[in-house]
């Protein structure tokens, strides 16, 4: 293999949870590209000897991506140790929820150290104060409705049940989502509507009321009354960003959200979800559908307004390489409201984009993204 001469991108190093579908896909384009798969560091092996990761760059140049520590038990308990955080006991670091802040504190520290340790010559493909912010749902909604992004009404912070039903009635408010204020993949999500006494609550979370815990089951499930409070209460209890629950447009009678990816600052791979109800992940029933066929549907100013506002945001994270956003068109498909953006959102299957899926696209942009930043002088 040739690798092209005086290329940015090599050596290549993944600092992430080690071998899986996100590095094998970025090793892959790689090779397309011409140059030598990276070499797959995870964050526990990292955090035990520091040192070793300056050693994968011996010229003093190269790039490290940062991807998603994952949710192994071994990882969780190596950033939680670079976050000065007791570790946690058992096995079920997998499905059992916990509130997050002092593993993302030792994800943002594992960061901040990697940049410190590495030459001046290697770029990395996230900053630390950027993912700090796209993981704290609170904070990053925030941040993006100061930025002039339409996001829903958020609640002010509560404790448990009776206190968010007193906030939702001085709102206006019937419908809400209830969200871990760290946290991924809908873990720990509740879309919450209450009518009087009529409380529903859908979720994927679990709780058992035996010792209070709470786990991530995979499946949606739909609870009323009593289950649906003592559900909240346990999640409230735990820090939460709860914001208003706004109808999104519909196909096919089935509410329709997008993930957007902007690479280099601009919009890539788009994602149409499709599901039964208002949560529509993919892993947990969504439907992935074409784009096309909402962009169709709506007006073409009301989706470039959409793509402007994803581009306005992206460009305030100019440290990151890509940010990952989930955003609707609204009802009548003339607006539009962002919920999230995302540091690692970028394991978007079978999507292409300039003839790339989402890891091609980004060896592609590498080079130019690095320059840009170095010619800024921004550390890369």
Not at 280 to 287: A, P
């Amino acid at each position: 293999m040739t690798v092209p001469a005086g290329s940015p991108l090599a050596p290549s190093v993944i600092l992430g949870e080690g071998d899986g579908e996100r590095a094998e896909g970025f090793n892959a384009a790689l090779v397309r590209a011409g140059l030598p798969p990276a070499h797959v560091l995870d964050y526990a092996r990292f955090a035990e000897a520091p040192d070793r990761l300056a050693g994968l760059f011996p010229e003093g140049c190269g790039v490290l991506r940062l991807e998603s520590p994952g949710g192994s038990l071994r990882i969780r308990r190596a950033l939680l140790r670079l976050a000065g955080a007791d570790e946690e006991a058992g096995s079920d670091a997998g499905t059992r929820l916990r509130p997050d802040h002092a593993v993302q504190s030792g994800l943002a520290a594992a960061i901040r150290l990697a940049r410190r340790i590495l030459p001046p010559g290697v770029a990395m493909t996230h900053d630390a104060a950027a993912v700090a912010l796209l993981y704290d749902k609170r904070a990053c909604h925030d941040a993006m409705r100061a930025a002039g992004l339409p996001v829903p009404r958020a609640l002010p912070p509560v404790d448990d049940f009776e206190a968010l039903r007193a906030a939702m009635r001085a709102a206006g408010l019937s419908r809400v989502f209830v969200k871990p204020r760290y946290g991924s993949g809908a873990a720990g999500i509740v879309a919450l509507a209450v009518a009087g006494n009529d409380i529903v609550a859908l979720s994927c979370a679990e709780h058992a009321p035996g010792d209070g815990t709470l786990h991530h089951t995979h499946r949606l499930r739909r609870l009323r009354g009593p289950q649906a409070v003592a559900l909240v209460d346990a999640i409230l209890a735990q820090d939460t960003h709860v914001e208003r629950w706004v109808p999104k447009a519909a196909i096919g009678g089935r509410p329709c959200d997008l993930r957007v990816l902007v690479v280099a600052g601009e919009p890539a791979h788009i994602v149409l979800r499709l599901a039964d109800g208002p949560i529509t992940n993919l892993d947990l029933g969504g439907r992935r559908a074409d784009a096309e066929v909402l962009r169709a549907l709506a007006p073409p100013a009301a989706w470039e307004a959409m793509l402007a506002d994803c581009r306005r945001f992206a460009a305030r994270l100019p440290g990151n390489l890509h940010v990952a956003f989930d955003v609707a068109l609204t009802v009548g498909l003339r607006r539009h409201v962002f919920f999230e953006a995302n540091a690692f959102g970028d394991l978007i299957r079978r999507v292409a984009f300039a003839g790339h899926d989402p890891y091609g696209w980004q060896v592609a942009c590498l080079p130019a993204w690095i320059a840009g930043r170095r010619s800024l002088g921004l550390a890369a």
